[in-house]
C-alpha cells in the first residue's frame, strides 16, 4: 500500500481567510430566489412513474423498474427544495425511506407511490409549494398516513 | 484576508440544467469566476481534460454515465490530467451504504442534496484546508478513507506511560 500527500494546488491558489458570512448569505438568497417553473419537472417525473407503474403486467415490479422509481423519488428529494418545493422534497424523503424497508415493489407499495404521484400532481397543479398551509399539510398527513400503514404492515 | 476564488477554477458535472446553473451561480456568489459546466459525465471527463479544474462537482445519478463512473475516470485513467483533484459528489441519497460507496469508488467529499450554500461551502473548505493523503492499495486508489482525528478528541481511558496513564 503506498501513501501520497498531493500538492495541494487549490489551497496555494486560493490562499486563507475563507470567504465573508455576507457572501454565504448572498448565495442563500440565490437558492430562496430561484425560480425555473419547477412544476414542470414535476409533471415530467409524474409521467414517467405513471409508465412505470402502468406498463408492469404482474403484480411485482421488476428490479430494474425499481431502481427506475428510486431514481425518479431521489430526483424529486433532490431538487424539490432548491427550487422553492419543499413539501416534495419531504413527501419524496418519506417515500424513500419506504423504499428502503421494502425487499419488492408489491401492489401495497404501488398503492403507495400512486398517493404520492396524486400528491405531485395537486402539488404542481395548484403550486403548493410548502406545507406551511392546509392544503400542503393536508397532502403531507394522506401521503404520511398511507407509509405509516405500510411499516405497520411491513416495517 | 479573504480566500481569492477568482484564481482557481471549479467544473461542475450536472445532467439537471437548472441544478448546474444554480450550483453555478452560488460559486459565482462565492467569488469563483471560471466556472465550466457539463452535463453529462462524458462531457464532463473530456471538459476536465481540457481545463484541468481545479475543483470537481459532479453529480452521481445522470445517464448512461454516472458520476461515480466520471469518479473513476479521473482517478484511475491513465491519461487523467490530475488524479488528485478533489471531488464533491451531490446527490440525494443519504444512506449511509450509499456514502460508503461512493468513498469506497474515491469521492473526497459528499454533499447531500437538497443543500443549502452553507453546506456547499463547509465540502469547498473541507477541500481547501483539510485535503487528505492518497492511498493506492492496488484495489483503491483516492482520499484516505479514515478522516484523521485531533488527537485531542480522544475522549477514552489514557493507558500509555507517556500519557500518565
Known amino acids: ?155 | 484576508m479573504t480566500y481569492t476564488l477568482d484564481r482557481a477554477s471549479v467544473l461542475i458535472v450536472e445532467d439537471m440544467v437548472p441544478m448546474a446553473m444554480l450550483t453555478k451561480r452560488i460559486l459565482q456568489t462565492f467569488g469563483f469566476t471560471e466556472v465550466h459546466i457539463a452535463h453529462d459525465a462524458e462531457t464532463g471527463f473530456e471538459l476536465f481534460q481540457k481545463h484541468a479544474p481545479d475543483l470537481v462537482i459532479a453529480d452521481w445519478i445522470m445517464g448512461d454515465m454516472s458520476g461515480l463512473d466520471l469518479v473513476k475516470l479521473i482517478r484511475r485513467d491513465p491519461l487523467s490530467k490530475n488524479s488528485y483533484v478533489p471531488i464533491v459528489l451531490m446527490t440525494g441519497f443519504s444512506h449511509k451504504l450509499r456514502v460508503m460507496q461512493a468513498r469506497d469508488i474515491g469521492v473526497s467529499e459528499f454533499l447531500v442534496k437538497p443543500f443549502t450554500a452553507k453546506d456547499l461551502y463547509t465540502r469547498i473548505m473541507q477541500a481547501i484546508e483539510k485535503p487528505r493523503q492518497f492511498v493506492d492499495s492496488g484495489e483503491f486508489f483516492g482520499p484516505d478513507r479514515r478522516r484523521k482525528r485531533a488527537q485531542n478528541e480522544y475522549g477514552g481511558p489514557k493507558r500509555r506511560y507517556d500519557d500518565g496513564g
Open chain 1, 1 to 155: 500500500m503506498r501513501f501520497a500527500t498531493p500538492k495541494n494546488t487549490l489551497k496555494e491558489k486560493v490562499g486563507s481567510g475563507g470567504i465573508p458570512e455576507e457572501r454565504i448569505k448572498r448565495a442563500e438568497e440565490v437558492i430562496e430566489k430561484c425560480d425555473v417553473g419547477f412544476s414542470s419537472y414535476i409533471h415530467k417525473s409524474v409521467e414517467v412513474m405513471c409508465d412505470i407503474i402502468a406498463t408492469e403486467h404482474t403484480d411485482d415490479l421488476s428490479e430494474t423498474k425499481r431502481q427506475l422509481l428510486i431514481k425518479e423519488v431521489m430526483t424529486m428529494k433532490a431538487h424539490g427544495k432548491m427550487f422553492s418545493f419543499p413539501l416534495v422534497s419531504a413527501l419524496s424523503n418519506e417515500v424513500l425511506q419506504i423504499f428502503d424497508i421494502a425487499q419488492r415493489v408489491n401492489a401495497d407499495l404501488i398503492d403507495i407511490i400512486k398517493v404520492y404521484i396524486q400528491s405531485l400532481q395537486l402539488i404542481a397543479d395548484n403550486q403548493i409549494q410548502s406545507y406551511n398551509n392546509e392544503a400542503g399539510q393536508s397532502i403531507a398527513e394522506a401521503l404520511c398516513a398511507a407509509c405509516g400503514r405500510y411499516v405497520q404492515k411491513y416495517g
